[in-house]
């Protein structure tokens, strides 16, 4: 089903884990993780790396067993055609949820920081047909997308030496003030900006000689890693913890410091510049949902990719408040830890009885 | 007794012709006597050529003694002459410059000899792909001159030329040329699977061909290069790339090919290999420049005018304290008549065009500048954008970059830098989705392949190109080894 054509190299791999994991999370991720590590909460970004390391590696070990190499084959393999086929669906809407938490934080922003009266079905009417273009043919422009979406933003990654002049070393001392249990709770905040990976359980047939992508994957996870660690360290330097309470976005905070002789407030050209690192998440997380949705019900991805769209649209637009991007923000985060660290290890296992029973019985 | 029912047949037949014939213009029949029978020679004015009529044809029926048109066909020295029973077939060849000779009485009747009249064109420089250094030579219309400018250069048995025919009026000879071994078959095959598919009656020139056998014919970019460089296709084709001669155009496409090499002038190649690297990013820099830098303006004056740095503010505001329009109403308004300069000037001769381009630049700018229409600044703005598209030195990628300025403009005014973005965004997947002959069209940047960089966004020296570009997945992918390697 899946020609040689469809595959994309494992090197890409990279690229669609670090384009999946980061996203909108940058902007504002230092304000919520620190709420129990407080200063040391750089070091839960590390630990929640690690365990996100852990879940690609089961993930790996998993889908290898299976000729279709997918979730929705392996929801149905280990629980029949009924139950399987609900988990998928439900996989799917976990999917849906993600691609809305990013869009709507999108658009939350550009409501506060550039355009206060612009009209959310406008905006959105404008981006989801460019999302429809993505992934209603081919899984090579989703990657394509995912890789630009990699490169071109990274060059914004040097506007993190602005605020290094004012850097405060003593905000981050001393390390290790809080104790394991501590840092380890804010790691599961952190968790929210890893959570993309589970796009992985969807693209994995794609990938040629996917066994092997592995070390792509966990790369990318490292590439994903360094990113928030990088961000992470610089704002602790430059906020001490007061002042990092009151900001809601730190990173853009960073941002209304720099001024280039071409350019005052680099925040206008900064949000815009995100755009290209928020389109992947959203594409590859829709494109995922379709997919499964497709791989399910055999109605046809364009179809599929439409319904998710649609779906996408009338959740976006529905949410009209603050609170309300707040609560997906948290559910999201919720469901992510629970899917990730709970259902897929649960997954893992019962596959593994699964087989082992097949085996005999056969 | 047989025969000489034939020979009525035929005599009918004859006068059946040369009465059809009559009505046509510019019809010559010549009736000479000979021995015993007579001769008639018959041709069209228009279609054959005097010289060769009075010098090889006309001589040799009258001075040389023979029986019959078999024994004559021995005496002519023109090639692929025919001998031909069946009047039908003579009118046809008729308007392809054949002459006829029928001699009565003698079987086979007629002898078609072919002296079209060649209206050709010399070959001359290039024009639009004019370069100050290299080779001097351009394609002209006729395409087996061109075939023969391109084989010049590339004098070995592995050539291979496919000949075709398309549409269904004008039947034009179309040629698809790869070198065997180094080209993949597969993109040939797609190229000649395509031009065979080609549905359309009337194929003048080669854009005809390239719209037709596009990958995707909604697409404002061009997907086959087109170029008049003879020397540019002999180079290609050792890239192992594929390309398609028309009959009657100047312009031969080439194909797979990538949006990088739009911007890469073959004149790149006769240069030292940093000054054409430097010069090939000021090019590339030059059309982002020349995309971007109207919308932006729109964009900031808009919506974000909190981004122009202080120092910069009252320069700005000075200039367009006394313009009375919205800064999309004035962008719009100088880009269309920068356009309008341009199609003028293009539409015009050369000396009028001349003129054009002063009335238009000097008089009309500093006068609406003056008039307080427009501020200067935009001038400036507009005519560094028209600058920076007439540095592509594809002609119909110049004009993709002239057209997508214009929606971006409006995005840029309705939702500032962000609507920038989103539109520059579906510009970036249009892309990613478009193919050359079935292959990506973003490589090497997508998909990524660092061995393609050493000649796209750069050119590195011809000894470190060991490799072809992968992109047009060559047959063999080394490039032969140096001449002591075999030793």
Redesign the interface.
């Given at each position: 089903m899946i020609t040689l054509k469809d595959k994309v190299s494992s090197f890409f791999v990279f690229f669609l884990i670090t384009a999946a994991q980061i996203g909108i999370g940058v902007l504002g991720f230092q304000r919520i993780i620190s709420e129990y590590a407080g200063h040391d909460a750089w070091m839960s970004i590390i630990v929640a790396a690690l365990a996100i390391s852990g879940v690609i590696w089961l993930m790996y070990r998993m889908l290898g067993h299976h000729e279709e190499g997918d979730i929705i084959g392996i929801h149905r393999f280990t629980f029949g055609k009924w139950l399987g086929g609900l988990l998928s669906v439900l996989f799917a809407a976990y999917l849906v949820l993600l691609a809305t938490v990013v869009l709507r934080t999108y658009v939350e922003i550009i409501q506060v920081w550039m355009f206060p009266h612009i009209n959310v079905w406008a905006l959105l009417l404008l981006i989801l047909p460019l999302v429809y273009y993505i992934i209603s043919v081919e899984f090579r422009t989703v990657v394509g997308v995912c890789f630009l979406g990699v490169v071109y933003p990274s060059f914004l990654l040097l506007t993190l030496f602005f605020p290094l002049k004012y850097a405060e070393p003593t905000n981050i001392m001393p390390v290790m003030d809080h104790s394991m249990i501590e840092i380890i709770q804010s790691s599961s905040l952190a968790i929210l900006e890893f959570m993309g990976v589970s796009a992985l359980l969807v693209f994995y047939p794609f990938i040629r000689d996917a066994a092997k992508s592995q070390k792509f994957a966990q790369l990318g996870n490292g590439a994903t890693m360094l990113v928030y660690l990088a961000i992470c360290i610089v704002s602790y330097l430059y906020y001490n913890q007061q002042e990092l309470t009151d900001v809601i976005w730190a990173t853009l905070g960073f941002w209304k410091i720099i001024e280039l002789p071409f350019m005052a407030r680099f925040e206008y050209f900064g949000i815009s510049t995100l755009f290209f690192s928020i389109l992947p998440n959203i594409a590859l997380f829709t494109w995922a949902s379709a997919r499964t949705l497709d791989r399910t019900f055999h109605a046809g991805h364009k179809k599929m990719a439409l319904l998710v769209i649609t779906i996408l649209f009338l959740v976006c637009v529905g949410m009209t408040d603050r609170m309300g991007v707040n609560i997906i923000n948290d559910v999201a985060g919720k469901m992510g830890l629970v899917v990730l660290f709970v259902y897929v290890p649960l997954l893992f296992l019962l596959n593994v009885v699964r087989r082992k029973v097949k085996k005999n019985g056969s | 007794m047989n025969r000489n029912m034939e020979q009525k047949k035929i005599k009918r037949d004859f006068e059946k012709l040369i009465t059809e014939l009559k009505k046509k213009d510019g019809f010559i029949h010549q009736q000479v006597k000979h021995n015993d029978s007579t001769i008639h020679v018959g041709y069209l004015k228009t279609s054959v050529d005097p010289e060769k009529l009075q010098k090889y044809v006309l001589p040799r029926i009258q001075d040389y003694v023979y029986n019959d048109l078999t024994e004559l066909e021995n005496h002519m020295p023109i090639a692929k002459t025919e001998l031909q029973n069946d009047a039908s077939k003579v009118q046809e060849k008729l308007v392809n410059g054949f002459l006829f000779i029928h001699m009565e009485g003698s079987s086979p009747a007629f002898l078609l000899i072919p002296i079209p009249l060649d209206e050709k064109r010399q070959v001359s420089v290039p024009e639009v792909e004019f370069s100050v250094v290299g080779p001097k030579e351009a394609f002209v219309e006729d395409i087996d001159t061109n075939l023969n400018l391109v084989r010049k250069r590339l004098a070995i048995p592995e050539l291979q030329i496919e000949k075709l025919q398309v549409g269904t009026v004008t039947k034009t000879a179309v040629a698809v040329v790869s070198i065997k071994g180094i080209a993949d078959e597969e993109n040939v095959n797609t190229a000649v699977q395509r031009i065979n598919d080609v549905d359309i009656d009337q194929v003048i020139d080669s854009s005809f061909v390239q719209e037709t056998i596009a990958d995707n014919k909604n697409s404002p970019f061009p997907q086959l290069l087109d170029t008049e460089r003879p020397d540019r296709i002999a180079s290609i084709l050792v890239e192992g790339k594929v390309a398609i001669f028309v009959d009657g155009s100047p312009h031969v496409l080439l194909g797979p090919t990538t949006l990088i090499e739009f911007f890469s002038a073959f004149e790149d190649y006769f240069l030292n290999w940093m000054v054409a690297s430097a010069f090939r990013l000021i090019r590339l820099i030059a059309v982002f420049f020349s995309i971007l830098i109207t919308p932006m303006y729109v964009a900031v004056l808009t919506?974000?005018f909190?981004?122009?740095?202080?120092e910069?503010m009252p320069t700005l505001v000075s200039s367009r304290e006394q313009v009375p329009f919205p800064p999309i109403m004035e962008a719009i308004i100088l880009e269309l008549a920068i356009e309008l300069l341009r199609e003028a000037g293009a539409k015009l001769p050369t000396k009028v065009g001349q003129t054009i381009g002063i009335v238009g630049g000097i008089v009309i700018g500093t006068a609406s500048v003056e008039a307080g229409l427009t501020s200067n600044v935009l001038l400036i703005v507009v005519g560094i954008a028209a600058l920076g598209s007439f540095t592509t030195p594809v002609y119909k990628m110049s004009n993709t970059i002239r057209l997508i300025r214009f929606p971006l403009i409006i995005v840029a005014h309705v939702?500032?830098?962000?609507?920038?973005?989103?539109f520059i965004?579906?510009i970036?997947?249009?892309l990613?989705?478009l193919t050359s002959l079935g292959r990506p069209f973003?490589e090497p940047?997508?998909?990524?392949r660092l061995k393609d960089f050493k000649d796209a966004l750069i050119r590195l020296p011809f000894d470190k190109q060991h490799k072809r570009p992968y992109a047009v997945r060559p047959s063999k992918v080394t490039r032969p080894p140096a001449k002591d390697e075999g030793k």
């Open positions: - | 919506h974000h909190e981004i122009v740095p202080n910069m939702y500032g830098l962000l609507g920038l973005t989103i965004a579906y970036m997947v249009h990613l989705r973003m940047i997508f998909p990524f």
